[in-house]
C-alpha cells in the first residue's frame, strides 16, 4: 500500500487537533460550571488567584489554565499570568450575550453520553427519544441556542417577517412549538408585552423547566405552556406559529406541518427557523455541516426514528427539504426570510 506522508501528516493534524479538541470540551464545561472564565475578566491573574475567587484547588486549576492557554482559550503571560481578551470573553464569559460557546460543549458531552445506546441503535435501527437524554442535553441546547436567539429574534428574525412585527406590537396569539425550555418564549413575551405565547413541547421535563424559566423572567402572565406533540398542541387562529431548531427532530413533520395550518388564523404566519444548511451533501461540507451532522446522529436522527411518522430529516435538510414539506402540508407561500452562520429563517403562509 503506498502512502502519501505529506498526505498522512495533513490527517495527523486534523486528528491531534480533533483529540485536542474533544478532550477540551469537558475543560470548557468545568470553567463554565465553576465559573473560571467569568473570575478570569477581572484578570490578570495567577493560578493561586484564580482559585482563590473560585473557591477551587490551585493545582487543578493550574492543569487547567495551561491547557486552556495551549487551545487558544485564556491568553498568558510571561509572568504566569492568565486572562481573557474581550472576544474570549465575548464567547466564553457572558451565558446572556449573543453568544455563549460553552452552551455547545455542554450540549456535546450530554449528547456523548448516549453512545453505547446510539451504537446499538446503528445496529437495530430503533430511535432514541429527546425524553431519554442526559439532563445536560436539555440544559445545553438552551445554552447553546439561546444565545443566537436574543441576538436575532427580536432585532432580525421577527421584522424580517411579512407585517408580524406590527401584529405582535398591538396584540397577537403565538404558538411556540417544541419551546424545550421555552427560551424562544420569554424573548417573544418580554419584546411584545401585548402578545400572549402558549409554548409547547412534548417532554414534561423541559416544560416543567420552561414554566421556571417564565416565571423568573416575569412574563408567567403572558405566557401558558402544555406538554404536547406538534401534532397535538391546543388552541388555534394563531397570529404566528413559531418552530424554532425542532422541525428536524421530529418523527411526523408533516403531520406537524398540517396541524400548524390548521391551528394558523386566515392570515397567520409559521415562522420555521431551522439549522443553516444546501440542499445537497456537498453543500455542507464545511465546520458548521459537521457540527450539524455529528450533532444530528446523536440526537436528532435518533428522536425522529423514535417516533411515528417514518421521517427523519436530519439537521442539515436544506431549504429544498423545507420547501417540499410546506408544499405538501398546504401552504401556497413560502420564502427565506433571514439567515445566520447557524440558522436559517422561512416564513410560510397559507
Not at 481573557?84 to 455547545?104: M, R, T
Amino acid at each position: 500500500m503506498a502512502i502519501n506522508e505529506n498526505k498522512l501528516n495533513e490527517f495527523i493534524g486534523r486528528f491531534v487537533g480533533d483529540l485536542g479538541a474533544t478532550v477540551a470540551a469537558g475543560n470548557v464545561v468545568i470553567g463554565h460550571r465553576l465559573g473560571l472564565y467569568k473570575a478570569l475578566t477581572h484578570g490578570p491573574l495567577t493560578p493561586g488567584e484564580l482559585a482563590e475567587r473560585t473557591e477551587t484547588d490551585p493545582r487543578y486549576v493550574t492543569e487547567w489554565l495551561r491547557g486552556q492557554a495551549a487551545g487558544g482559550y485564556v491568553d498568558r503571560d510571561g509572568d504566569d499570568r492568565y486572562v481573557l481578551s474581550e472576544e474570549q470573553a465575548f464567547a466564553l464569559a457572558n451565558p446572556d450575550g449573543p453568544l455563549y460557546a460553552p452552551g455547545a460543549f455542554l450540549l456535546a458531552l450530554g449528547a456523548l453520553r448516549a453512545e453505547p445506546r446510539i451504537t446499538e441503535a446503528f445496529r437495530s435501527g430503533a430511535g432514541l427519544g429527546w425524553n431519554e437524554q442526559d439532563a445536560d442535553v436539555f440544559v445545553g441546547c438552551e445554552q447553546f441556542f439561546r444565545p443566537g436567539y436574543i441576538a436575532n429574534l427580536v432585532p432580525s428574525w421577527i421584522p424580517a417577517l411579512d407585517g408580524v412585527e406590527a401584529k405582535l406590537r398591538s396584540g397577537a396569539r403565538i404558538a411556540d412549538v417544541g419551546c424545550g425550555l421555552g427560551a424562544s418564549s420569554v424573548l417573544m413575551a418580554t419584546a411584545y408585552p401585548r402578545s400572549t405565547v402558549h409554548a409547547s413541547d412534548y417532554h414534561q421535563g423541559s416544560i416543567d423547566l420552561a414554566h421556571k424559566r417564565a416565571a423568573d423572567a416575569g412574563v408567567a402572565d403572558r405566557v401558558s405552556f402544555e406538554a404536547a406533540g406538534a401534532q397535538q398542541f391546543s388552541g388555534d387562529h394563531y397570529d404566528l406559529v413559531t418552530t424554532f431548531d425542532c422541525l428536524h427532530d421530529m418523527g411526523d413533520p408533516l403531520g406537524a406541518a398540517r396541524h400548524i395550518r390548521d391551528a394558523l388564523a386566515p392570515e397567520g404566519t409559521w415562522m420555521i427557523v431551522e439549522p443553516a444548511a444546501g440542499d445537497t451533501v456537498a453543500d455542507n461540507m464545511n465546520p458548521v455541516g459537521r457540527v450539524y451532522y455529528g450533532f444530528s446522529t446523536f440526537l436528532c436522527v435518533p428522536n425522529a426514528m423514535s417516533q411515528p411518522g417514518g421521517y427523519a430529516l436530519g439537521a442539515q435538510a436544506g431549504e429544498a427539504a423545507v420547501r417540499q414539506l410546506v408544499t405538501d402540508a398546504g401552504f401556497t407561500r413560502f420564502r427565506r426570510a433571514s439567515e445566520t452562520p447557524f440558522n436559517n429563517v422561512y416564513e410560510a403562509r397559507r
